[in-house]
């Protein structure tokens, strides 16, 4: 149906942990925030270009600290290569090519990178003069569509790939832009619009400025993007946990890792979006998606046995929301995804009570006398 949109769907057997495929996106981006608080990424996969030693220390503050067994960051600083254009940085050369070859050639700002007055920085600036953080998109997702098409030889193949994702009605991408924009919406929606066709105006995809085409397409990357979170801190880590270690040495390990994440408030990602399909949603997902390789690249993996013909789904809400009442999680995915899941688990309790959870344990709470209480 028109509100679940298009789905994924196995053509084959899956045993539980399986990985069903490695998905690249067509599209990704940096949060702008993020990228302006110096976490430092590849501006083509968003693998994390600090070390694990450099992003503890940035964010520690402690400008001397020292990573036990150093040789377990995966990050090669040797490898890393800027454009030679504008500076900004890659994991690698090949990472460079294909930015370059997909859409950097049209992006890339030369001598002007820091120029305030060009107009990709305004549009940027706009951005997170609306956008704040935490952030959920990136009008750079928007920029590389329209690039990415632009530089094309295909120009209608990568169309055709675009318009694969799911679209919404007039009143639901009115919501979706209101989610992201907040109140003054309307405004700051007039502002980028005039910003984004300033700096990027394609007269083959004139569709896309118009203001109704521009509402679409916003919401299009609203409703479509997928998170990502990149760390070459997490992988030490990861790493440092696979080790065989005597006892001992494995407590110091542990307690310096314990102490460490305190003193950075586990603040070491390099935050970013992309562009990507990896499954409808379900209560009960019967896949999960993740990034693994500390870059762009999605791997969706099985968490139970699929048979062929049965559609594969992740969940758009975490765990924690995945426990809490049909009403409580009805409300999260209806004001940040704007459907309402008709899962198994969904249908299953259709009868209960349009409670919160939050209602649901204040009601327990009145229920209760001081005996009843005293004995939990």
């Known amino acids: ?50 070390t694990a030693e450099e992003n503890s220390r940035r964010l520690s503050g402690r400008a001397a600290l020292s990573l036990p067994h150093p040789e377990l960051c995966k990050v090669r600083p ?30 890339c700002l030369g001598p002007s990178h820091h120029d305030p007055d060009h107009p990709l920085n305004k549009l940027q600036d706009a951005w997170r003069s609306v956008h704040y ?46 989610k992201l924009l907040g109140e003054k919406f309307q405004g700051q929606l007039g502002l980028l619009r005039n910003l984004f066709t300033t700096a990027l105006y394609e007269e083959s995809l004139s569709q896309w400025f118009t203001p109704d085409g521009f509402r679409s397409l916003f919401s299009l990357v609203g409703t479509n993007g997928q998170g990502i979170g990149t760390s070459s801190l997490s992988q030490w880590v990861h790493a440092c946990d696979a080790l065989e270690l005597p006892s001992q040495q494995r407590e110091q390990l542990d307690a310096f890792i314990d102490q460490l994440y305190k003193d950075i408030d586990k603040g070491h990602f390099s935050c970013t979006c992309s562009l990507c399909c ?27 046995d699929i048979s062929p013909g ?18 409580s999680r009805h409300k999260i995915l ?43």
């Open 1 to 50: 149906c028109s509100s679940h949109g298009k789905g994924l769907f196995a053509k084959k057997p899956f045993k539980k942990g399986d990985t069903i495929f490695i998905e690249r996106p067509l599209v990704s981006s940096q949060f702008l925030w993020n990228a302006l608080y110096k976490y430092r990424a590849c501006e083509y996969c968003l693998r994390a270009l600090e």
């Open 78 to 107: 040797d490898r890393h290569q800027p454009c030679p254009h504008c500076q900004v940085m890659y994991c690698s050369a090949e990472c460079r090519q294909a930015a370059w070859e997909q859409y950097h050639k049209l992006l």
């Open 133 to 178: 953080p935490p952030e959920t998109s990136s009008i750079m997702i928007m920029a590389r569509m329209v690039a990415s098409i632009k530089q094309a030889e295909d120009k209608g193949r990568w169309q055709r790939l675009f318009s694969q994702f799911c679209s919404r009605t007039a009143n639901e991408e009115e919501e979706i832009v209101h």
């Open 278 to 304: 990896a499954g409808n949603h379900s209560c009960v997902p019967n896949a999960e998606a993740s990034f693994p390789d500390n870059n762009f690249l999605l791997h969706l993996a099985a968490l139970s």
């Open 310 to 327: 049965e559609e594969i789904c992740i969940s758009y809400l975490d765990v924690c929301q995945r426990d809490r009442s049909r009403h």
């Open 334 to 376: 209806r004001e940040n995804y704007l459907f309402v899941c008709s899962c198994q688990k969904c249908m299953s309790q259709m009868d209960d009570a349009d409670l919160t959870s939050e209602d649901e344990e204040e009601v327990e709470g009145e229920g209760e006398t001081e005996d009843e209480m005293t004995d939990v």
